[in-house]
């Protein structure tokens, strides 16, 4: 969810990498308690559990309930296939080294898998009883074989035979055919079968296509509004006498394994990156196995022949009921059923980039002449202010060039349409692409090299570096003067996702912020950042050292008497030099509020060092994306967004850049923003000082409290169509 494009429409996917590191020395800061951290993975998790929340709240529509379930399943994936594969190499190959936190990897394991199991049973518990009756009531139902009458089955025989037994492929496990391979996630009978002449006992086991509909729909006397579906691996189980014929089928039971995901490219040993990440890509698929989950009712027979053949241990055998893989549940999303959804929201123009004149045509440079314009999406419309933006330059003959970073981006992409037309236009046009950006490399390799092929200058950023930064940078010829038109975002450039992640962008035609992004640009397809910008905090130099020092200006203000206060919207946060810099900050009345969506590594409420820090989390339709860093300054206030969460990967290992803002209307926008979230009367999970996190989402009468997301799109949508700056 930055993973972020992993699943698109969820709105609430996590971006994972292997961020592991050496350790943080505690003793660094005497002054602070060697145990002042939360461990990351164990937040990962509770950041999952309110993913889960929302699938258990009944006064959510049900079919967003269901998305939820998928989202949490499709996340607890990713989480495996990255994290705890990460995990369990590094100490099987002795790597390991205690966490931040102190404990031992292999205890962090143990916890992991403890809470995994729960969650996982919860999980299916809020599937069972909770959504799977809800979705009944309202005429979505899923049946099972033996629920089904005559004419039923009749049918579904038809279905299956036509549709579905074509496709199969049972694979036997004999000394003529070994124990087959088992791809990552995907669904499988694991069947044992009799010959019912020799009575000789075999296993078989029978993949489940990923590409027929895990839903399959049951056309047969439905009324009006009624739906009913049958699950795709109960009716092959039914089917199973077809595959083997003149053989007793004993027992069948669905499984499925997880696989470790992670990619690993030595840059340094690479000349031509792209074939060498495609090497690991394919090296991906047969990675080993972490994970095994199977239906709760297979017999110890079969159990056992799947965990000595895939060599998995007990923690990493997970027993579940029936179904299992619950991301099948998106294809429920697609349901026209409006009034089981969330209500529709349709992003709004900004009124800045409204024309002037009722019928004039819109002209994006026109309106960032007017004044630096601050986007909110997905409140504010990507395609008619960032795709436009681009578009409009391609198109543009005074424009000469175009230099663009492409980190995720959607496989239809109008943004890479617009860059290869301005190349096919003559001008001059940079695509930085991120080919490591985990699970779009080859989507994003496959980009950089149709934009080569249209003449577009294509780099892949620094050796050793992700470029996660969101930069757009406009050389336009105005008067025989070249002017930079600038864009600075916190989100991918990704139509699609930008339906659904709650991101921030600037456009400006700032002069200062358009020489520091040429300079940057120059930097990453050239060789080195090194020197420092004037608008921009950039990583891996210069942003953890420039947000250490404003934080550290806090405390100084705070401890002379001035105005101090710091608020912070991240994804994640982690990195134990920030953390203690907000504990010493907070140690010396610094009031601090921090957003975090997702992983939060520190500690809130201890009375010693973190008593003026509050800690909030919001979730909903749409994934909160942006990045916001915001400091009172003695009364001038300092504020920043940009792409970078604090991490270590971000501070230290990625490009990432922040933009000052200088605007007062758009600092005071974002200190609003910042007092809705933080309010008690919205909608959140507040962080409590025994690590864990209470939603509060019902006031003392037991009414809904504001939904900051719905209130949000309320507000913009109201705000004056003239043109005139807000």
């Known amino acids: 969810m930055d993973g972020e494009d992993t699943i698109i429409g969820t709105g609430l996917s996590p971006e994972f990498d292997d961020d592991f590191e050496q350790p943080w020395n505690p003793q660094l800061d005497p002054s602070l308690p060697p145990d002042r951290y939360l461990d990351r993975e164990l937040s990962w998790l509770a950041f999952n559990q309110r993913v889960l929340e929302l699938a258990e709240d009944p006064l959510i529509p049900v079919l967003e309930r269901s998305n939820f379930l998928a989202i949490f399943a499709s996340n607890l994936d ?14 099987l190959t002795g790597l390991a080294v205690p966490t931040n ?6 205890d962090v394991l143990a916890d992991i898998s403890e809470k995994g199991h729960e969650l996982q049973r919860r999980h299916a518990d809020a599937y069972q009883a909770g959504v799977l009756p809800a979705l009944d009531q309202v005429g979505i139902s899923v049946a099972t074989w033996d629920s089904l009458d005559d004419a039923d089955r009749v049918q579904m025989r038809d279905v299956f035979s036509r549709q579905i037994f074509p496709v199969l492929m049972p694979l036997a496990v004999d000394p003529a055919h070994p124990f087959p391979y088992i791809s990552g996630l995907s669904l499988n009978l694991a069947i044992r079968v009799r010959n019912s002449k020799t009575g000789k006992e075999q296993f078989a086991r029978l993949k489940v296509p990923t590409m027929l509909p895990r839903f399959v729909r049951i056309d047969q006397r439905e009324s009006v509004g009624q739906m009913r579906f049958m699950m795709l691996e109960d009716l092959i189980a039914n089917h199973l006498s077809d595959l083997f014929p003149g053989m007793e089928v004993l027992e069948h039971h669905v499984f499925r394994v997880t696989r470790n995901e992670d990619v690993e490219v030595d840059e340094d040993e690479t000349e031509n990156l792209i074939q060498a990440l495609e090497r690991e890509l394919l090296r991906r698929r047969f990675g080993p196995p972490i994970r095994l989950e199977v239906s709760e009712d297979m017999d110890p027979i079969t159990l056992g022949l799947l965990v000595r053949e895939l060599d998995i241990t007990e923690q990493e055998v997970y027993r579940l009921p029936a179904p299992l893989d619950l991301g099948g549940l998106f294809e429920f999303s697609r349901i026209d059923r409006p009034e089981l959804h969330y209500p529709t929201h349709v992003p709004t123009t900004a009124a800045q980039l409204m024309p002037l004149e009722p019928n004039a045509k819109p002209d994006v440079f026109a309106s960032i002449k007017r004044g630096p314009i601050l986007l909110h999406h997905p409140y504010e419309s990507f395609a008619t202010s960032v795709q436009a933006f681009l578009e409009q330059a391609a198109r543009d003959p005074h424009v000469l060039a175009i230099k663009q970073t492409l980190y995720r981006t959607s496989g239809d992409s109008p943004i890479v349409e617009a860059l290869i037309d301005a190349a096919e236009r003559g001008k001059q046009v940079l695509a930085l692409v991120e080919i490591k950006a985990r699970f779009d490399e080859q989507a994003n390799i496959d980009w950089a090299r149709k934009l080569e092929k249209a003449g577009v200058h294509v780099v892949y950023g620094l050796v050793g570096l992700k470029t996660h930064c969101k930069l757009a940078l406009v050389v336009r010829e105005e008067d025989g003067v070249l002017k930079h038109y600038s864009h600075i975002g ?24 358009g020489k520091d992004l040429t300079r940057l640009f120059n930097e990453l397809s050239g060789y080195a950042i090194e020197k420092k910008f004037k608008r921009l905090l950039v990583a891996p130099l210069h942003l953890r050292k420039g947000l250490l020092k404003a934080i550290d200006n806090e405390r100084l203000n705070a401890e002379s008497g001035r105005p101090s206060g710091i608020r912070i919207k991240v994804n994640s946060i982690v990195d134990e030099a920030i953390i203690d810099a907000l504990y010493r900050a907070s140690r010396a009345g610094v009031p601090i509020d921090l957003w975090v969506r997702g992983i939060c590594g520190l500690k809130a409420g201890q009375e010693d060092y973190s008593a003026n820090i509050r800690v909030r989390s919001i979730l909903g339709r749409y994934l909160e994306h942006s990045r916001i860093f915001a400091f009172a300054n003695d009364g001038d206030p300092q504020v920043f967004i940009g792409s970078a969460d604090m991490m270590h990967r971000n501070l230290d290992r990625r490009v990432e850049a922040l933009v000052r803002l200088t605007d007062a209307a758009h600092i005071a926008e974002l200190g609003d923003l910042f007092d809705r979230a ?12 025994d690590g864990s996190w209470v939603r509060h989402n019902l006031d003392q009468d037991g009414q809904p409290l504001d939904d900051l ?10 705000r ?6 807000r």
């Open 490 to 513: 916190t989100g991918n450039y990704n139509p699609k996702t930008s339906r659904i992640y709650e991101d921030l962008g600037l456009l400006t035609d700032d002069d200062q912020v």
């Open 78 to 91: 990713e989480f495996f296939m990255v994290r705890v594969a990460g995990l369990k190499r590094r100490i």
């Open 720 to 725: 004056p169509r003239s043109g005139s700056r």
């Open 101 to 106: 936190t102190g404990r031992a990897p292999v």
């Open 709 to 718: 997301q719905n209130r949000l799109m309320q507000l913009i949508t109201q």
């Open 678 to 689: 933080m309010d008690d009367r919205t909608s959140s999970w507040w962080l409590e000082s």
